[in-house]
């Protein structure tokens, strides 16, 4: 039993900021890891950032630079700070995390409902 809420995705113009939060609540051992996805209308969902076991950041060549993705270990919660905004980056992003439940021995993979990033002027 484990949730994964976002929150802050909305409607920005080219150039401007947005920041995606997403905390995990259930019956949680431990996060192993945690990042975001997005899928555009049309296209297959694609990675856009990340953070492996010893915090390690990974990002998709379309938004080094500009994104970045942080972690806060004791609210169980990970961030998506974004910069420089194109209508390119308009998608439905999606939480995710892998998760050790309570009672297992290894983890699972749990997702976010998504929530609407628009980038238009």
């Known amino acids: 039993q484990v949730q994964l809420v976002e929150s802050g995705g909305g409607l920005v113009q080219p150039g401007g900021s947005l920041r995606l939060s997403c905390a995990a609540s259930?019956?949680?051992?431990?996060?192993?890891?945690m990042g975001w996805y997005r899928q555009a209308p049309g296209k297959e969902r694609e990675l856009v950032a990340a953070?492996?076991?010893?915090?390690?950041?990974n990002y998709a060549d379309s938004v080094k630079g500009r994104f970045t993705i942080s972690r806060d270990y004791a609210k169980n919660t990970v961030y998506l700070q974004m910069n420089s905004l194109k209508p390119e980056d308009t998608a439905v992003y999606y939480c995710?995390?892998?998760?050790?439940?309570?009672?297992?021995?290894?983890?699972?993979?749990?997702w976010g409902k998504g929530t609407l990033v628009t980038v238009s002027s």
């Open positions: 259930g019956s949680i051992f431990t996060i192993n890891t």
């Open positions: 953070l492996t076991s010893g915090n390690n950041p």
């Open positions: 995710n995390a892998d998760v050790t439940v309570a009672g297992f021995y290894y983890g699972m993979d749990y």
